[in-house]
């Protein structure tokens, strides 16, 4: 199956930075999703981008379906921002999605 | 508001015990999925069905039992073969061969 991997694991940043945010995947995407896990586990879709760029806000995304990465960007960080970061992809004729193993986010004020 | 409900939020079982997690989602999606997280880790595939009466194991199916007898509801069974069962459970759905899963709000099983 697809492999997925996400850089890197964890992250530590003052209120007010940016972040970049990478997942790399190993074969060809029909799906590609970022997803925000908040403390109490829920998970928040915040874009759907097998290719192309996405904004929405701080948050944006890029996703080089050639060279098999997408990258989340976040502006101007703020303490809610912190958790943690899923990279999800599924495959052409395989709908499952495989997940990373995740980016942990953490904003000090 | 059409979504994804799973109950209950919070389940403590003895071991040894069977138990059974609820998913129900109104969104009319044909597939649906159970996903398993361990502490600290990423997710991880137990089953899936892509259509009523069918179903497929994922990467880690030993111990779990699934049914989709209809559209809206797939219930995941813990059984007492498996051997570590405490975790946090997510469910999600999708239509068939369209974009975008969309996920529950999770079980947390605690096994004592």
């Known amino acids: 199956g697809i492999q997925v991997e996400q850089s890197p694991p964890d992250l530590i940043l003052q209120e007010g930075a940016n972040s970049t945010l990478r997942c790399n995947f190993s074969d060809s995407v029909n799906n590609l999703q970022w997803f925000h896990q908040n403390p109490w586990g829920q998970l928040i879709n915040l874009f759907y981008?097998?290719?192309g760029t996405k904004q929405n806000g701080r948050l944006s995304a890029t996703t080089v379906a050639t060279e098999r990465y997408s990258l989340l960007y976040i502006s101007s960080s703020q303490t809610t921002d912190s958790g943690v970061y899923f990279c999800a992809v599924d495959g052409f004729g395989n709908e499952k999605l495989t997940f990373g193993t995740g980016t942990r986010l953490t904003i000090i004020p | 508001d059409g979504g994804i409900t799973q109950s209950p939020k919070y389940l403590f079982r003895k071991e040894g015990q069977n138990v059974t997690l609820s998913c129900e989602q109104n969104?009319?999606?044909?597939?649906m999925y159970w996903y398993r997280q361990d502490p600290g880790q990423g997710l991880r595939l137990i089953y899936y069905s892509q259509i009523v009466n069918d179903f497929q194991k994922g990467d880690i199916a030993e111990g779990y039992s699934v049914s989709r007898e209809k559209k809206e509801s797939f219930p995941l069974t813990v059984t007492s073969a498996q051997k570590n069962p405490t975790a946090f459970y997510l469910c999600?759905?999708?239509?068939?061969?369209?974009?975008?899963?969309?996920f529950g709000s999770g079980t947390r099983l605690t096994v004592v």
């Open positions: 969104l009319n999606h044909d597939a």
């Open positions: 999600a759905s999708k239509i068939q061969g369209a974009n975008g899963y969309t």
């Open positions: 981008i097998p290719s």
